[in-house]
């Protein structure tokens, strides 16, 4: 009897084991014809179900996040998945884990709320077995028991088993997955150089290993006019210039023997018969083997540039000429104020050869008192844009060689190179002009101190004459008056050198000279300056005005005021208006007869100015009315 049923329980083994190798053949199977890892999470979970009996499973993955997570299960109902979302006794950094193994939930060390839940879904009893690929934990599945289960070494070691053919499973489905993403991704970079290599603005190709044509972009098929289907019989190198052929053909060469990049420039015949410039940038390519497989390169066409460059540098060369022909030193200095340049009047001006100055600071020509405040010390030269006279009004001195120091004029004129910004300088060496305008104005000097001696001779024999005749001394003082008046008009065209002078000045010290008391007469009006003639006769005006005043006018009472204003127009040809006004004076009347001073006044003064003078004696007082042409660059302000 005992035999019997040892035999049996043999059997009841034997049929067992064999229904679990089944179930094993047919995970491995399942395992192996899924495509998807949703086919080998159905595989695993019928093996599970198959073989461990048990009446309930799930499968768990962690996500990108490290959470673990539901992707397949069998009996589970939502709201409990809900509630253990992400609970697992591992993390993705756990080694080795072992499986784990609940005969009963109300004896396990799990929270009680966990437990509670279990026990409401109907699971008495569970295990968590994990799934490893390549010795890392990617999750787990379970197993769930309506009642206490105790769970046999048999049963451990099937699970164990299991859990390595899905992760097996899963490691081969990752690989292919990953396989066809790369070959997705292969294929989507490969499309997107094939469009960017199509659409780019520059001409891209590729050559057999003997030259011929194996891919030309559409920019380059148009610059010959091929069409792809032409590439194999297209010849290239007829296109390239006879005379860059042999050149191009050695750097193309070394650079396959060096397997490095080449670049290098080159003249092509275009689709309408004209020679552009094409600049390559090549690189060989061989393959894993080490076998040369053609060129790879890309050509952009540099021909406006290279004209651009060529002009540029025949402007330079031009330009150097023309500095080199100055009368003037010239001498060019980049931004950080070193010499670039120079012409052979700076360095006969200076004393220096060129190789001394080229390459040395600007402020080897600078006297050491000058350098800090020196308009040629500059940090930034491109501050001068345009040519312009430096100086300011300051004498400016250059040392030579020797030490010796010069006084010089400067002009510096800023411009935009193939080497930056340039500041151009144009010394000239002003120590003629200034010893000959020394000269002059001693000579004016000299001119002036006998003017004035001369007038005091005339005054005087003016003096002798007067008292030795019978006029009066009254016609006396008109004399004297009208010379003084002359000699005030002398003094202030001397200080210009004869030039012009001011107007508000000349009546200032005319005025002041025939009225003491400078509050009764109110000058008013814009800068204007007069030549040499004008001024002389504006005085003399003015004299004889001031003198009929103070005789006769708005200066004999104690009242009377004068208006002098004046005015000057703007247009192209400018004129001046002046006016002299009496009021405040004795009731005026016309006189009866016309003396010298309105003979001045009237004709002489209207003769030199060339314009009119108005005399109006109304009884409020006199109103005279000066209208004369300006000189347009004597006539303007100052």
Known sequence: MQQQTAVRADGEALVHQVDELTALYRLTNHLYRARSLHDIHDAALEAILGTLGCSRASLLLFDEAGVMQFVGWRGLSDSYRAAVKGHSPWNPKTVDPDPIFIGDIDLADEPEWLKARIKAEGIRALAFIPLIVQGALIGKFMTYYDRSHAFAPHEIDLAVTIARQIGFALERAGAEQARRAAEAELRESEERFRLMSENAPVMIWMSHPDGSCLHLNRMLRAFWKVEEEQLATFDWQRTLHPEDAPEIARLMTEAIAAQANVRLKGRYLNAEGRYRVLETNAQPRFSPKGEYL??????????????????????????????????SGMIMADAEGRIVMVNAQAAKLFGYGRGELVGQPVDLLVPPRY????????????RYPAARPMGDGRELFARRKDGTEMPVEISLSSMKTAKGIMTLAAVVDIGSRKRADAQRELLLAELNHRVKNTLAVVQGIARQ?????NASSEARKAFEGRLFALSVAHSLLTRSNWEDASLEQLA???????IPNQARVALS????????????????????????AVKYGALSNDTGRIDLGWSRSDDEHPRLKLVWREHGGPLVSPPEHRGFGSFLLERTLAQDLDGSVTAEFRPEGLVCSIDAPLP???GSPR
Request: aromatic letters at 4%.
């Open 294 to 327: 053609g060129m790879i390169g890309v050509n952009v066409d540099i021909t406006e540039r290279e004209q651009t460059e060529r002009e540029l540098r025949d402007s330079e060369e031009r330009f150097r000429l023309a500095v080199e022909a100055a009368p």
């Open 371 to 382: 350098q800090q405040g020196h308009p040629q010390h500059r940090a930034n030269y491109h």
């Open 465 to 469: 004459t007067f008292r030795a005749s």
């Open 508 to 514: 200032t010290d005319t005025l002041k000279v025939g």
């Open 525 to 548: 009006g814009p800068p204007v300056v007069l030549p040499p003639k004008e001024a002389v006769a504006i005085v003399l005006a003015l004299h004889e005005l001031c003198t009929n």
């Open 632 to 634: 347009n660059q004597s």
